[in-house]
């Protein structure tokens, strides 16, 4: 809850009817966004992101498991999101369960494709070692460490940033185990296979604020929000995903504007973050 | 339960999901493949809607399309809960639960652990919370058989069910999903489908209004094709929302006679 007064409201109304905002950013300007790669070392890659006072962090964990009957060509992906209690106090107990599900849900619809895994952007059946035997599952696990609004932008970010820092191990297959008998494998701890992040989306979320809508909201102008739309757009330019929060309703041209307007801005931020994290790994590998 | 088709006992044939090899239900080339239930693309299942199914709530109603099947009862307004901070405006609790029969595979429904924050971000919109304030308003949703298309079947009973509660609302809520497979696009799809779908739209509205108060994309789509998806989900909301007015019509002039 953002306790704010009359004419604190009046002024953000206000100033995004003018194109300038609180932070004098104008409607559909991002704020500076900061990567920083492989910041925990027990996982297999790992990011975070900062946008302002949003800090959040993404971890990737690669271990080995069997697929699934109904598809042996795939391995498995899942994600979660964590919202701890030291972020904010109304994270505490129910409150941040519900907002953990809602973004875990919304990051895995946009992230994974229907279920056929069509549109997915992590191809999952590059995970897979031994058809129908092994492959690999991989969890995405993120944490909130800071909350000052658009979390799900900057998680969709977050993830982007760690797969693009994730090595999984090269697998050596030992010959001769044939029929039903589990294969046995060999782990390399040397060689690392890179992750391919550039079908990964990016997500967009618009906040409709009176009848304009921003992107990058901080939580103070959530507050003032009428509804909010996140988009997540691929470098093709499809959509493979959205999401709308917020209750009031939306007309439907509005809706088709506001995809436009999420395709449009999603260029500039998949460029934005493919060179910051660029930069990020480069300053991690010399260091 | 009322309104079952009484010529083909539906509910005994063994679902063909449970089936463990994997059956193509279409080819991608083959352009007149035929939906399992014999429906066209653009065909909905025909809708059951009956209002007051639980006597001890304020309001309630059980859907039937196909052979997924819900009920909702609706409480309230009741007072909120001390703990809770005051509000001038009227609060919305909503929960959805399966039962451990309704899935194919006993107790499966705990996955869909998002429907209950999806319900009441479709029906806050159109509620008007301000004409009870300081009071909570309960929305159970029981999933008694999942055949497809649960989440809109759900949506659409509690507009239902609040109505018949007389709950002030701006507009009935009626909410449709489509699924893409292939290049097809097959809206109202059941359980079978769902599961080959290389795409989901889900769409909520008032038609009335001619408002969207939910809206959820999964899989890859392109400008044009969700153009037709909405529109097409959009046509079907407001006939749907014509077969949802008729049934509290008919329960209003039943009850008066």
Same mark, same amino acid.
């Given at each position: 809850m953002v306790g704010l007064s009359l004419g604190e409201k009046h002024f953000i109304q206000g100033g995004i009817a003018q194109d300038?905002?609180?932070? *004098?950013?104008?409607?559909l300007t991002y704020r500076p966004i900061n990567v920083e790669t492989g910041?925990?070392?027990?996982?297999n890659g790992s990011a975070r992101i900062r946008m302002g006072a949003t800090d959040v962090i993404s971890t990737v964990k690669a271990e080995l498991g069997k697929p699934i009957s109904l598809q042996p060509d795939k391995g498995k992906v899942s994600i979660y999101v964590d919202c701890s209690p030291t972020a904010a106090p109304?994270? #505490?107990g129910r409150g941040g369960e519900e907002l953990s599900t809602e973004l875990s849900v919304a990051l895995q619809r946009s992230l994974l494709g229907g279920k056929s895994g069509?549109?997915? *952007?992590? %191809?999952?059946?590059?995970? &897979? &070692?031994? #058809? *129908?035997k092994i492959c690999w599952d991989l969890y995405i696990d993120c944490l909130v &460490?800071?909350? %000052? *609004?658009?979390l799900l932008d900057a998680l969709g970010a977050a993830i982007k940033a760690a797969l693009s820092n994730t090595g999984i191990p090269r697998v050596q297959v030992a010959a001769g185990?044939?029929? %039903?008998e589990q294969p046995e494998v060999d782990i390399s701890d040397e060689e690392f296979l890179q992750f391919d992040t550039s079908d990964i989306p990016v997500i967009v979320t618009l906040t409709k604020v009176g009848r304009h809508y921003i992107v990058d909201a901080t939580t103070e102008e959530e507050s003032q929000m009428s509804s909010a739309i996140s988009i997540s757009v691929n470098r093709k330019g499809h959509i493979c995903g959205l999401n709308k929060r917020g209750g009031a309703g939306l007309d439907p041209s509005i809706v088709l504007d506001m995809i436009s307007v999420a395709k449009h801005v999603s260029e500039q931020l998949m460029n934005k973050l493919d060179s910051e994290i660029a930069a990020a790994e480069a300053g991690e590998d010399e260091s | 339960m009322a309104g079952k088709p009484g010529t083909t006992p539906t509910t005994y044939s063994p679902s063909p999901t449970t089936q463990k090899t994997r059956r193509?239900? /279409? !080819?991608? !080339?083959?352009?007149?493949w035929v939906r399992p239930d014999g429906r066209g693309f653009h065909q909905c299942r025909p809708a059951f809607f009956r209002t007051g199914?639980? !006597?001890?709530?304020?309001g309630s109603a059980y859907a039937e399309f196909g052979n997924t099947k819900v009920i909702v009862s609706v409480f309230g307004p009741r007072e909120s809960k001390k703990a809770m901070m005051y509000s001038d405006i009227g609060r919305l609790n909503c929960s959805v639960s399966y039962t451990t /029969?309704? $899935?194919?595979?006993?107790?499966?429904?705990?996955?869909?652990?998002d429907f209950s924050s999806m319900l009441h971000k479709s029906l806050e919109g159109a509620i008007?919370?301000? $004409? /009870?304030?300081?009071t909570t308003v309960d929305v159970f949703a029981l999933v008694?058989?999942?055949?497809?298309s649960d989440l809109p079947v759900v949506i659409s009973c509690a507009s239902l069910a609040l109505a018949d509660a007389g709950i002030l609302m701006h507009d009935l809520v009626a909410s449709v999903s489509l699924s893409c497979l292939g290049k097809n696009l097959v809206i109202d799809p059941i359980l079978e489908e769902e599961s080959y779908q290389d795409g989901a739209l889900l769409i909520t509205c008032m038609p009335s209004r001619y408002e969207v108060t939910q809206l959820t994309v999964t899989g890859e789509w392109s400008t044009p094709k969700i153009n037709e998806g909405m529109q097409l989900c959009l046509d079907a909301c407001s006939k749907l929302a014509k077969i949802m007015r008729s049934c509290l019509k008919e329960a209003t002039s039943t009850s008066q006679e």
């Open positions: 300038i905002r609180s932070d *004098g950013r104008k409607r910041v925990i070392p027990q996982a109304m994270f #505490e069509a549109g997915a *952007g992590i %191809d999952l059946s590059s995970l &897979v &070692v031994v #058809e *129908g &460490v800071c909350s %000052d *609004g658009n185990a044939s029929g %039903d | 193509p239900i /279409f !080819n991608e !080339n083959d352009v007149d199914a639980v !006597n001890a709530a304020s /029969f309704a $899935t194919p595979v006993r107790g499966q429904g705990s996955e869909h652990k008007i919370l301000e $004409t /009870f304030p300081k008694l058989e999942s055949g497809g």
